[in-house]
Antibody, heavy 115, light 109 residues
Framework: EVQLVESGGGLVKPGGSLRLSCAASGFIFSTYSMIWVRQAPGKGLEWVSTISRSSSYIYYADSVKGRFTISRDDSKNSLYLQMNTLRAEDTAVYYC????????WGQGTLVTVSS | QAVVTQEPSLTVSPGGTVTLTCGSSTGAVTSGHYPYWFQQKPGQAPRTLIYDTTNKHSWTPARFSGSLLGGKAALTLSGAQPEDEAEYYCLLTNSDGVVFGGGTKLTVL
């Protein structure tokens, strides 16, 4: 069974940085593409970034391009999201999801950007 | 990036049938967009109901089905139950990533 546990969320000031982690278990992590999705309070789901198997290709939403960096460490079964130059509008619950033929979701971690 | 549109809200009677749709600003939705449907209840993470247009998971109730309808992806709920009240999101895949629809708040009343 796919299990994903996000961590690293918290309160950060505008302009600050944060690194989210997603620990994967129950599946062969290296064979899955992974994505980050966020959900601002009371709002819908927003795709943030995708990383393929072997990190062959990486995509970002325009809203985070140049500020966020997705990466993975297959030896540690882990996915990461380095978030720099954070803005108030980045406040959201951040979910990681694993994709083979379908998406399996973590429970999310809350990031609050506020002074 | 494409804009993906869903009905903001729909209401269905218990036992009734309702169809949620998912359209794209770039044109007709096809199987090549690999449409997904997710259910999200308050305070919970999303859960995948339908993948690749029509495929169900083992946990997807039989009353849910996915299809292509009139140039859109569609999620049909036949025989609505009170526990189906939730937000439903579609997701489409394109050449540079994926795009979520804005979500449909489904009320069973």
């Amino acid at each position: 069974e796919v299990q994903l546990v996000e961590s690293g969320g918290g309160l950060v000031k505008p302009g600050g940085s944060l690194r989210l982690s997603c620990a994967a278990s129950g599946f062969i992590f290296s064979t899955y593409s992974m994505i980050w999705v966020r959900q601002a309070p009371g709002k819908g789901l927003e795709w943030v970034s995708t990383i393929s198997r072997s990190s062959s290709y990486i995509y970002y939403a325009d809203s985070v391009k140049g500020r966020f960096t997705i990466s993975r460490d297959d030896s540690k079964n882990s996915l990461y999201l380095q978030m720099n130059t954070l803005r108030a509008e980045d406040t959201a619950v951040y979910y990681c999801a694993a994709k083979s033929e379908s998406y399996s979701w973590g429970q999310g971690t809350l990031v609050t950007v506020s002074s | 990036q494409a804009v993906v549109t869903q009905e903001p809200s729909l209401t269905v009677s218990p036992g009734g049938t309702v169809t949620l749709t998912c359209g794209s600003s770039t044109g007709a939705v096809t199987s090549g967009h690999y449409p997904y449907w997710f259910q999200q209840k308050p305070g919970q993470a999303p859960r995948t109901l339908i993948y690749d247009t029509t495929n169900k998971h083992s946990w997807t109730p039989a009353r849910f089905s996915g299809s292509l309808l009139g140039g859109k992806a569609a999620l049909t709920l036949s025989g609505a139950q009170p526990e189906d009240e939730a937000e439903y999101y579609c997701l489409l895949t394109n050449s540079d990533g994926v795009v979520f629809g804005g979500g449909t708040k489904l009320t069973v009343l």
